[in-house]
């Protein structure tokens, strides 16, 4: 069946698979096969491998840099249902939330209905044009799986509108708050662009600083590759 979601025509069969498979299917690959973690795509098999381990279907999660959607799409595959599950998708920029919509109802046009697709768009996913320093103030304490960070510009535009330390740390100081306990905040720091090391080092800094009783902090890098993206994660214990 060909249809449009918005302005993204999709191609879907309905009476393919069902949910019920679609989350078997996902859920029995938890970990990725070892080639995943150590190609040019490594940083990021590993991010969403730490990923999978906390989240469950009808999560509420939040990309805090949404860029082209495919961090977006990940997390939306594992966490909606048709009826349960609420993604928040951000970033400052428009073309970035528009891209992540079609890169979102893409990714979901073989796993559900037309029908489908277009109430889990219009009730459970929320794409907000601010600056992650903040996040929407409806979204209570504790109420978050994951909060995912994805840290540098949107790939293939203007690269001077990029994360900054200053709003990368008041972001990730609040999303301490609003993520629940067992939840992760997943951060992916890039060291090769201009400002990146600084960046890098900052968030390091902070994920230091969280209380180990509270929080177990890691970060994960190849110690053979000295400017290849860092992945810190933050799982919060209590
Ligand atoms: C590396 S891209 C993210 C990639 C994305 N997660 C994906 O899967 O395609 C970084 C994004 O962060 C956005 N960004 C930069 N500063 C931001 C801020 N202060 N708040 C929210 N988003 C921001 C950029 O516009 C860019 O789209």
């Given at each position: 069946m060909r249809r449009s979601v918005g302005r993204v025509l999709v191609t879907s069969n309905?009476?393919?698979?069902g949910y019920a498979n679609v989350q078997a299917a996902m859920m029995s690959t938890l970990v990725p096969p070892l080639p995943q973690l150590i190609g040019v795509k490594g940083h990021l098999n590993l991010a969403h491998m730490f990923l999978r381990q906390v989240l469950r279907p009808g999560d509420t999660v939040i990309d805090a840099t949404a860029g082209k959607g495919h961090d977006s799409s990940f997390l939306a595959r594992i966490i909606l249902t048709p009826d349960s599950g609420s993604l928040v998708s951000m970033d400052v920029q428009e073309q970035a939330l528009a891209k992540t919509r079609e890169t979102l109802v893409l990714s979901m046009a073989p796993l559900y209905s037309v029908k489908q697709i277009e109430s889990m768009m219009r009730d459970r996913v929320r794409l907000v044009l601010q600056?992650?320093?903040?996040?929407?103030?409806?979204?209570?304490?504790?109420?978050?799986?994951a909060i995912v960070y994805n840290l540098g510009y949107l790939p293939g535009?203007?690269?001077?509108i990029t994360t900054c330390p200053a709003d990368t740390i008041a972001s990730i100081e609040a999303a301490t708050r609003l993520v629940k306990t067992h939840g992760l905040i997943s951060i992916l720091a890039y060291r090769?662009?201009?400002g990146g090391v600084e960046e890098t080092a900052a968030v390091e800094k902070f994920a230091t600083s969280l209380k180990p009783f509270d929080w177990s902090v890691y970060s994960h890098y190849p110690?053979?590759?000295?400017?290849s993206p860092v992945v810190f994660t933050l799982f919060k214990n209590a």
């Open positions: 309905p009476k393919q698979g600056n992650h320093r903040s996040f929407p103030t409806d979204i209570p304490d504790e109420s978050v799986a535009s203007d690269k001077s090769g662009h201009e110690l053979n590759r000295p400017t």
